[in-house]
């Protein structure tokens, strides 16, 4: 279990079985994807590599609410098959006021 600040927990399990099916993809239904917030994207990458996982691609910018200045996103896919998605996001995100939903953004550390 991992608890994360004042934020969400995470429990990860490892569960071994003779048949395994297809890890899900992101157009697939229901959770696709864990995205982890990372301060500095190339290190977490490399790291990440170095530990197993495949970039998808390179080192890209985000979009929409989360393009603000010095954003930087890349997918990889766990040893396991699972989708991750590391970010840095270090200007924050910004949704307009008409939005229909809210995102939750931990308190900054004074």
């Known amino acids: 279990m991992i608890l994360i600040g004042t934020g969400p927990g995470i429990e990860l399990f490892e569960i071994k079985a003779e048949s395994q099916r297809q890890p ?14 990372v301060s500095e994207i190339e290190p ?9 996982a495949t970039a998808l691609s390179e ?3 985000n979009s929409r609410y ?3 200045p010095g954003n930087a996103t890349v997918y990889v896919t766990a040893p396991w098959g699972g989708l991750i998605e590391l970010q840095c996001i270090p200007n924050g995100y910004y949704y307009p006021t008409s939005s229909e ?3 939750w953004i931990p308190p900054k550390k004074e």
Do not use: F, R
């Open 24 to 37: 899900v993809g992101l157009s697939d239904y229901g959770i696709n994807h864990l995205s982890i917030s």
């Open 44 to 52: 977490a990458l490399e790291q990440a590599v170095k530990a197993g």
């Open 59 to 61: 080192i890209h910018g």
């Open 66 to 68: 989360e393009d603000t």
């Open 101 to 103: 939903t809210k995102v």
